[in-house]
């Protein structure tokens, strides 16, 4: 259940509180929201002396919670959690949008690209410094190389940096370089994985896996979130389905549940979504109309040439042009770009 505190309530009445749930053989989660602080307490709750609860000092309300994912659920932050973009934030009415190379290629490439995505508006640089590939044959990534091209690439153009870390290992190194560690569809279920990014005091991205259902998918931002940190972004990015026409099925009636099931912001990859590029503007403008708080989109100044994903990747021309195409949209569902 969460307990709900008043904005006015003291220290001593919560840690009080917090007390009384660990007194009751429960475990006691303390998050700050921007206005009031709530108590997720977890375990069996019917030794919970909730009548009594209900009327100690700088309570508001206890709230049940029945979804298996305690503290992803909506009603674990009363109000939508914003996660930090560098100098930007995502979960508020700016939608964002996270753009760049599939992979790290070259300098050149990526700073090309940062400054073109940057000067069309996108509030983050992605790029993948360690790819997760199907064949062990394919291009791997630049590695740390990679992540120092990342960094200068966003120093030079003050986009936050967006990038997957793919062992617990890794973590450390890949979050010196980095703004945001991205958790790929093939490491949503990496345990391991998860507990250390929710250690590592950096923003996450988290992208749901490939046949993972949405308890799945929520269960694996609880444990970030249970490593002690907040700010994760969801990130719908396609499922397999019967669905042989497009690489993979972009669930956007998944982003509109999220937006009501979670706290946590909700971003929609169309690129990954389709791996077609002439569908990534139409999915893009679909998933900002069904709510989501912003997109990732593969961006490369010469796609026919990339390394990894050059089918479904833009130009940096053609992101530019969907950036001005996505502002009515995200304006006819009062948002701002
Ligand atoms: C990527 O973002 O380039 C990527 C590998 O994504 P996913 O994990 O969704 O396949
Ligand atoms: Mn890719």
Redesign the pocket.
Known sequence: MIIVMEPTATDVEVRQMVDRVEEAGLEAILLRGEVRKVIAAIGDKREAPLERWQAAPGVERIIPILSPYKLASREAAPGATAVRLDGQVIGRQKVQVIAGP?AVEDFDQTLTAARAVKTAGAAALRG?AY??RTSPHSFQGLEEEGLKILRAAGDDTGLAVVT?VLSPEQVALVAGYADVL?I???NMQNYMLLKEVGRAGKPVLL?RGISASVDEFLLAAEYVLKAGNSQVILCC?GIRTFEDHTRYTLSLGTVAYLKQATHLPVVA?PS?GTGIRSLVAPMAKAAIAAGADGLIVEVHPEPERALV?GPQTLTCEEFARLMVELRPVAEAVGRTM
Request: with cysteine.
């Open positions: 599939c993948g790819k997760p997957e991205q790929g569809a093939r992208k990015r990859d990954h994903d």
